[in-house]
Structures are given as C-alpha cells and as structure tokens.
C-alpha cells in the first residue's frame, strides 16, 4: 500500500503543524469577516443572520483565554483542526484495520490549503469541519465495533456541527442513503439508539430554530435561498470555477487522489468487496453532496470553501480504497501540499513576493489593517470627529478591533437589527469611511465627503477608501446604527 508511516513519525509532524499553525494564528492580521466573527463573540446571541452560534462561541472563548488579539480569536482553530486529525486518523484504521489509511488520511486532509493553510483562519467552517471530523469518527466506531450506543455520539456531534454550519444536513443526508441502501446497515432502522441520536442531534440544534421563530427564519431564508439561485454566468464557466478552484485549493495531486478515491469506494460498494460497508458509508456522504455543488454549479458561483466538507470522507477513501498504483502518490501529494501551504502562510505574512491585490489575496484581506487604523485615527483626531463610521461589516469590525478603545465605531446597515448592540446618541458628528469599489451614494443620509485614504501592505496598495463628515440624525427612519464593541 505504499509508504508507510510510524505512529511516531506522523504525531510528530502533526504537532510541529500545529505549531506552525498557531505561529501563523498570532502573526496574521485578522481578515474582515474572522473580526466580524469577533464582534459576534462579543455580543452573543442564540444565532446569527449569516450562520448559528458556533464561531462565536469559539471566538469568544479564545479572546477570554488569551485577549482581543489575532491569535485570541483564532486559538481554537489550530488546536480544534489537530484533535480533529487525530480523531480521522482513529475514523480510518477502524474502517480499513491494517492498511494505515488512518494517519495517510488526516496527512492528505491537512496537506490541502482548505484544511492546511484554511485552519489558520477562524471562519463557521473551522469548527464545521471539526465536527464533521469528530462525527464520521462516531461512525467509523458504529461500524467498527456494532455498538447503537455510537449513535447517542454520533447525533451529538452532528448537532455541533449544524450549531457550526447548515451544511452539516448534508451529513446526515448522507447517513440515511447509506442506511437504506447498505444491506448490513438496515437493521439499525428498527434500533431506538438511532432516533434518539437524531433527537439529541435536534436538541442540540433547538437554540439556532428558536432564534430563527423570533427572527422571522431570516437566517434559516438566507442560506436555504443560495440553494438553485442563478447568476448571470454561463454554466461552463462556473462549472470550470468550481473544478479548477477545488483543484487548487485541495492542490492538484490530492485532488486526483480524493476523486478516484470515491470512484473507488463505490466500485468496491458495489463489488461487495473486503470493507464494502465502510467504503459505502464514505461514498454515501461524499457523492451526492459533490454532485449537489456541481448542480449548483449549473446556475451560479459555488464559493471555493463550500466543497471544504467532501474532503474528509473523500481523503479517507483514497487512503483506504486504493491499490498500490495511486498509493505512492500520497507523499508526493502530501508534500507538494505542505509546500504550497508553507509558501501561502509566509506570502500573507511576509509578502516577499511585492504582488498586486488582483494575484494576490492576502493583500486584499490581510494587508495593512493595523496600520490604515492607524491613520484613521489621526485623521478622526484631526477632524474632531466622535467616532469613526463603516457601511461594510467586515470593514467596521476590522476598525473595532484595531482601534483604541476610547474610539467607538458605529456600523450601519439592515443586519445590525439583529444583534443587541447600543445605538449612537443623536447629533455626534463622526468620520465615515467608505471603499472607492462601493457604487452609488453613502447609506448614511447627509454625508458630505472630505477626501481618502489608502491602506497598503509594503508600500503596495491594497484598497482606497474615501471619507465622509456624518452626523448621527434623530430619525427612526435613518439607517439602523449600532456601536460595535471595542477591543479589551
């Protein structure tokens, strides 16, 4: 079956990642959606309008443990991803006993740039994925050992991961298609052990319906509505975004390796060969999911984290699936894996590379924060403005998190009704800066600009901003605005 790991040898990579992980997590500005993650940390809630509760449970946690920093709030992701790893490792020596498709799976999940590189980052698909790890780990024990008490873990575990994101449904769409159709599994369809782990499953998911009967399902609206939306692009394209995109982002040789994993999982499922169950457990989750986002693809961009979940139970199945031919590209694929992720973290970091923000997307996420905070705040002092003002949410956290404490930042726009945060007082005169990229009129009514300014990463710009002298108006029927918290 190819190279061989020793137990030793892939704990000890697997620490050494996490420590690269974690170095990554402190040194890396945060992007604006992991700071919009840190304002929902700090203003709690049963759900949100854009995903449940779980990153923010996440981020909140990690900022009491180690403060209103980069790594505070990514703390958890590193050290979730390597429990996770270890929990896949365990999932694929019981589905596959003595052909070490356990330490080669997780090897091959943390090589790609979604789960290699991704794990840096605090976003809902960081503890999605974790879950998801955990629960097909829950699996691989069912299976293993025939004990219904694994379904009591299993509903548990899948309930933490629709606490993280909707699509943990997919999880459990595809553990039904495997109990109906796998002839071994069936009986489990009698067992009350099954049930009550889909109701603890709902339970733990309870919070996320209640919010959403409170909220008029406006989340529940949201998501579900990017399910067979259309766009304006041609359907070849799109299709080819996706493809292309997955091949990058899981990198080019684990992406051929997951692939004829699956098709090898089925064909053995369909054999009834040595392992057909567990290979159908794994194609059962993998294949009508991955052809859902392919449908998707017909009609509209698939965004490139969305496939991140068919990645574990397809690693899995070209580690425990395949001959030896496709075996010995598993290091090959693992190390081109590491390669690209080493290089993605130093370019984000570091930038040795002077590229502009159309080749490079660390600039535009990362680059120059603290910096562009910086002169905001004297721009603010200067002008004697109150506070500093955003329209675009991940624009105004960022602001939030890196600027003094004693500057407030006011946020505007429709999502904001749904949190429970303090409105402005009225008549404070503010500075509001808006991206050049936004189109038509500032949201907020009477704003009169007053000249730019740029944030940059080494002297290469990333985005220009204009901004606007505001006045918080009395009017119920202005903008909804809210101050966001400020940085501990």
Not at 263 to 279: F, N, S
């Amino acid at each position: 079956m190819g190279a061989r790991w020793s137990g030793a040898t892939w704990l000890w990579a697997l620490a050494a990642l996490t420590l690269l992980r974690l170095a990554a997590a402190w040194w890396l500005p945060p992007a604006p959606d992991e700071a919009y993650y840190w304002v929902w940390g700090r203003a709690l809630s049963l759900s949100y309008y854009d995903h449940p509760p779980m990153v923010a449970l996440w981020t909140a946690l990690g900022s009491a443990l180690a403060g209103d920093t980069a790594l505070g709030l990514r703390l958890l992701g590193p050290l979730g991803v390597a429990a996770a790893s270890l929990l896949l490792a365990d999932a694929g020596e019981r589905l596959f006993p003595g052909r070490q498709a356990g330490p080669w799976a997780a090897a091959l999940l943390n090589a790609t740039l979604l789960f290699g590189a991704g794990a840096v980052l605090m976003t809902p698909d960081t503890p999605l994925l974790v879950f998801w790890c955990a629960a097909l780990w829950a699996l691989a024990r069912l299976q293993a050992s025939q004990d219904g008490r694994w379904w009591l873990a299993f509903g548990l575990l899948a309930g933490l991961g629709l606490l993280s994101k909707y699509t943990t449904v997919l999880l459990g769409g595809g553990v039904v298609l495997w109990l109906l159709l796998e002839p071994g599994a069936r009986r489990w369809l009698a067992d009350w052990r099954l049930w009550a782990g889909g109701a603890l499953a709902l339970l733990v998911f309870s919070p996320v319906i209640l919010w959403n009967a409170q909220h008029d399902w406006v989340s529940f609206a949201k998501q579900g509505g990017r399910a067979g939306a259309t766009a304006t692009g041609s359907a070849l394209r799109y299709l080819g975004e996706l493809v292309g995109g997955q091949a990058g982002l899981a990198t080019p040789i684990i992406f051929l390796l997951c692939a004829a994993g699956t098709v090898a999982a089925c064909r053995l499922w369909w054999r009834r060969g040595e392992g057909a169950a567990a290979a159908g457990l794994l194609a059962a989750i993998t294949v009508p999911t991955a052809l859902l986002f392919l449908w998707q693809a017909t009609g509209s961009r698939v965004q490139g984290n969305w496939p991140a979940i068919l990645y574990p139970t397809a690693c899995l199945a070209a580690a425990g699936c395949l001959g030896a031919r496709w075996a010995r590209w598993r290091r090959p694929g693992v190390a081109l894996g590491l390669g690209l992720t080493l290089l993605v973290l130093v370019q984000a970091a570091f930038a040795p590379l002077p590229l502009p923000r159309r080749s490079d997307p660390t600039l535009a996420r990362l680059g120059g924060w603290a910096e562009f905070a910086a002169t905001l705040e004297a721009e603010r002092a200067a002008r004697g403005a109150a506070f500093i003002a955003a329209e675009e949410y991940g624009l105004a956290s960022e602001l939030a998190l890196h600027l003094p404490p004693a500057t407030r930042v006011v946020a505007l726009g429709d999502r904001w009704d749904l949190f429970d945060l303090a409105a402005p007082p009225p008549g404070g005169t503010g500075l509001l800066v808006r991206s050049e990229r936004r189109g038509g009129p500032p949201l907020w009514p009477g704003a009169v600009e007053e000249g730019g300014v740029t944030r940059a990463r080494h002297g290469i710009e990333a985005e220009r901003y204009r901004l606007h002298r505001v006045v918080v108006p009395a009017d119920a029927a202005a903008p909804p605005l809210v101050l966001l918290p400020a940085r501990r």
